[in-house]
């Protein structure tokens, strides 16, 4: 599920995508966020071309995408900003790291791009989420590596001038899930957000970030479900009554990506406050060898 830092151009955005289908693989779902300024594409294939269609997108973005002129809610430390190589049962864990390897060691050698490896490859417990990399921001990283305290894992050790680095890892699936706050502001998605993520004494494995959206002049608060006995349906519940709790209205949910059927634990759309969603979303309807294998 690679996450490229371009989210408001469309000819670039089909380019990238044109990259990836070029070599074979499937496109099974794209997402646009021209606030966050950042795309997400579902991607799958065999082994080998999968790490082709992620290594030629890692080109693509590297010659379409520069970060000096880069502005988006979201943050992120790279054109290419980050590969998680996603393992869709415990048994393809392996294949999963030797995928995001291979790719790690291809986008270093042949682009000269950073790498850092994260989730179940993460050389260091204490980066071993894409936030661990992303929080001291671009300049912080760079200062970080050029005083020795951060070593990339593949490429040189100094961030591209123009794509930044990329993080790269395998992970299990998870769940990418916004909750807008139509009447909200960026103090209240904060506030909310620290206190439903894990580290804020919230459910394992949630995630969670405040932000504001100037398109659609509305707060967000943007979380990814690690943890999938966590459900949205959780997440959901928790948001409304924080944002209760400020005097502020939730809104409509969003999905990002696909979702593990499993993970909607038999809720409807409607409950979720999840319009236009649409069957397709359903991981096991993209990948039919799931359903029999369950």
């Known amino acids: 599920m690679p996450n490229v830092s371009e ?6 955005i089909e380019a990238l995508t044109d990259a990836v289908r070029a070599t074979g693989a499937r496109v099974l779902d794209r997402h646009t966020d021209p606030d966050h300024n950042r795309t997400v594409l579902t991607v799958a294939g065999e082994p080998l071309a999968l790490q082709d269609a992620l290594f030629d997108l890692a080109a693509e973005s590297l010659e379409r995408i520069d970060l000096r002129r880069h502005r988006g809610a979201h943050p992120r430390i790279g054109a290419l900003d980050v590969v998680p190589v996603v393992a869709l049962t415990p048994d393809d864990m392996p294949l999963a ?9 291809r986008i270093g050698g042949e682009l000269a791009v950073p790498v850092f490896l994260y989730g179940t490859l993460a050389a260091h417990p204490d980066r071993s989420r894409p936030h661990d990399f992303r929080r001291v921001g671009l300049e912080g990283l760079a200062a970080e590596i050029e005083a020795g305290r951060l070593v990339p894992d593949e490429g040189p ?3 591209h001038p123009t794509a930044g680095a990329v993080m790269v890892g395998a992970r299990p699936p998870l769940v990418a899930w916004n909750v807008w706050l139509p009447e909200g ?3 209240d998605a904060r506030a909310i957000a620290a ?3 894990e580290a804020g004494g919230g ?3 949630l995630r969670a970030l405040g932000l504001f959206m100037p398109e659609r002049g509305e707060a967000q608060v ?4 690690e943890d999938l006995r966590t459900t949205p349906q959780t997440v959901v519940d928790l948001v409304r009554r924080e944002a209760e709790r400020l005097g502020v209205e939730a809104g409509d949910s969003e999905l990002v990506g696909l979702i593990p059927g499993a993970a909607l634990a038999r809720q409807s759309p409607t409950a979720l406050g999840l319009p236009g969603f649409r069957p397709g979303q359903v991981l096991e309807a993209q990948m039919p060898a799931l359903r029999r294998g369950r």
Do not use: I
């Open 97 to 105: 790291q030797e995928v995001a390897r291979g790719l790690a060691a």
């Open 195 to 197: 206190r439903l993520r």
């Open 185 to 187: 502001t960026l103090a």
């Open 222 to 225: 943007s979380m990814n479900l």
């Open 203 to 205: 459910p394992a494995g």
């Open 157 to 159: 050790a100094r961030l």
């Open 7 to 12: 989210g408001r151009d469309p000819a670039t």
